[in-house]
Structures are given as structure tokens and as C-alpha cells.
């Protein structure tokens, strides 16, 4: 508490709960995102780090959690610009996915989405070109026309053709994806 005494509900749940506890890792996961949003970045990989091999150990190594862990721990080496070991767990996350979710799901084509951005600052135009199309369909089939996983896609694909010289998306598309946001 802010008096420097006792954190007793993190006690308590420290006390009651294992360190493998699925709650536990849980909620272990859910600190590493908000560590991530707060640009805490070395910390939450940290922690992400070991809710995915505890999650490895509790579920498999394809498991929805392993796939969110890895999906966030991509998100937060691209965010400290280690386009390297982003793209290396972007792509265990897409291919861990497919096995969890299949093929055409939107969470699948969540998880390219983090792909397709780090594809497109290492100048892999086309690959996330093509990562993005297929994220694209998915959401175009799959989610309400209005979604932000679809305008995402779109902006981002747009983001693509303009680096390549290629502004065949018209920009009035990559300007309405915006919209659901704003």
C-alpha cells in the first residue's frame, strides 16, 4: 500500500497460489501487456518470458496462451526496435496459431497482423504484402465490417503499397480504416 506496509492481496495471492497455478500465469501474462503499455519494455519481456515457458510447460507448446505470450512478446521486441527476435516470435505466433485456431481464423490473422507490421519495417514488403492480404480476408469474412482488426489491416496494408511506390490503395480506404477509431 502507499503507507510502505504490507501488499497484502499480492500476499495473500502469492501465499495461495503456486507459481505454475494457471490463474497464476494468467494474470502473469496480464502484467507483462500492461508493463508493455506503460513502455516498462524490458520488464515485460521479462515476465512474458516466463508466463510463455510456464505456459509451454502447463499446456503444450500450442496453447492459446503460448500463442498470446509470444504474440506480446513480438509486440514488445518490435517496440524496442529488435526487428530480429520480433519477427522470429511473430513467426512461432503464426505458426502456433494456425495449429490452435486454424487456418481462417480471426485470431490467426491477429497474430499475422504483428507479422506483417515487423515484415514491413525490415523492408519485407512483400511477404507482409501478401501477410496482410491474407489477414484481410479473414477479417473481411469472418468480423463486422466496421471492425478494427479490418481497418488495422487495411491501414496497414495501404501502409505497404505507399513504401513500395504502389498507391493503388486508394487513400480513401487507408483514410476510412481510421475511422472506427476515431
Known amino acids: 500500500?502507499?503507507?510502505?506496509?504490507?501488499?497484502?492481496?499480492?500476499?495473500?495471492?502469492?501465499a495461495s497460489a503456486p507459481t505454475m497455478h494457471p490463474d497464476r500465469v494468467t494474470i502473469?501474462?496480464?502484467?507483462?501487456?500492461?508493463?508493455?503499455?506503460?513502455?516498462?519494455?524490458?520488464?515485460?519481456?521479462?515476465?512474458l518470458l516466463d508466463a510463455l515457458r510456464k505456459n509451454t510447460e502447463l499446456f503444450g507448446p500450442?496453447?492459446?496462451?503460448?500463442?498470446?505470450?509470444?504474440?506480446?512478446?513480438?509486440?514488445?521486441?518490435y517496440a524496442q526496435r529488435n526487428l530480429g527476435e520480433a519477427e522470429s516470435y511473430s513467426r512461432e505466433a503464426v505458426a502456433r496459431a494456425r495449429i490452435v485456431f486454424g487456418e481462417e481464423h480471426s485470431g490467426t490473422a491477429n497474430v499475422a497482423m504483428t507479422l506483417a507490421r515487423t515484415l514491413?519495417?525490415?523492408?519485407?514488403?512483400?511477404?507482409?504484402?501478401?501477410?496482410?492480404?491474407e489477414a484481410l480476408a479473414i477479417f473481411v469474412e469472418k468480423l463486422p465490417s466496421d471492425h478494427q482488426y479490418t481497418a488495422s489491416a487495411e491501414y496497414f496494408l495501404g501502409e505497404v503499397l505507399l513504401a513500395t511506390n504502389r498507391p493503388g490503395y486508394p487513400e480513401a480506404k487507408v483514410t476510412?480504416?481510421?475511422n472506427p477509431w476515431t
Open 28 to 47: 502473469e501474462t496480464i502484467l507483462g501487456e500492461a508493463l508493455y503499455l506503460q513502455g516498462r519494455l524490458d520488464e515485460s519481456a521479462s515476465i
Open 1 to 14: 500500500d502507499s503507507t510502505g506496509g504490507p501488499d497484502w492481496p499480492s500476499l495473500i495471492f502469492e
Open 176 to 178: 476510412a480504416s481510421m
Open 62 to 77: 500450442n496453447s492459446v496462451g503460448a500463442v498470446d505470450d509470444l504474440d506480446r512478446l513480438a509486440a514488445v521486441r
Open 120 to 133: 514491413t519495417d525490415l523492408g519485407k514488403y512483400q511477404e507482409a504484402e501478401a501477410t496482410l492480404r
